[in-house]
């Protein structure tokens, strides 16, 4: 299968090539799933993206398989594991998002039914009011971590690029698009 540019490199790893042909620029339509996304984008931020791929499955396991309520609950017990957890990025800043960003997206659900139909409520914007809402929302979501949660959700185009097979799959699940 043909891949876009990057993965078309000898250095792209296999876990890449998976993300980029199963995940990336896809729609999703659970919750749980999405903030998983935001989490993994986040702690990103500085670090390579393979180093978060390979990482996702320890994610996973740490944040209570990305379930918002249980994550939003976390305290002071559920901060110090994952300071101590070698298999996550230890970083206090982007623990501390993630259990606010729970929380955050709870109160979400709460006033809209779902963290998606927030999403879909504000879609399309440009990049630049995704960015302002965002950071209006949420911790540790600069310009970058928006733009790439996204366009790994599919909220915005770029992922893939038109001669990618997989852009015409992507097609297929995005909502409309803006111009960005």
């Known amino acids: 299968m043909l891949y876009c540019d990057y993965c078309k490199q000898p250095e792209a790893k296999l876990v890449h090539q998976q993300y980029h042909s199963q995940t990336y620029g896809f729609r999703t339509v659970d919750d749980n799933e999405l903030f998983g996304r935001l989490i993994l984008e986040i702690n990103q931020a500085g670090l390579s993206w393979d180093t978060i791929l390979n990482k996702e499955q320890n994610f996973r396991d740490a944040y209570s398989n990305f379930d918002i309520d249980k994550v939003s609950n976390y305290g002071d017990k559920e901060r110090q594991r994952l300071l101590l957890d070698a298999g996550i990025v230890r970083n206090k800043?982007?623990?501390n998002a993630a259990i606010y960003?729970?929380?955050?997206?709870?109160?979400?659900?709460?006033?809209?039914?779902?963290?998606?139909?927030?999403?879909?409520?504000?879609?399309?914007?440009?990049?630049?009011?995704?960015?302002?809402?965002?950071?209006?929302?949420?911790?540790?979501v600069g310009g970058k971590v928006v733009s790439e949660f996204l366009m790994s959700t599919g909220y915005i185009p770029g992922a893939h690029n038109e001669n990618c097979p997989i852009f015409v799959e992507v097609l297929k699940t995005k909502p409309k698009w803006k111009e960005v």
């Open 101 to 140: 960003n729970a929380q955050q997206i709870v109160i979400l659900k709460n006033e809209f039914g779902s963290f998606i139909r927030w999403l879909d409520m504000n879609h399309p914007l440009s990049i630049e009011e995704w960015v302002r809402l965002f950071k209006k929302t949420f911790k540790f």
């Open 93 to 95: 800043l982007k623990i």
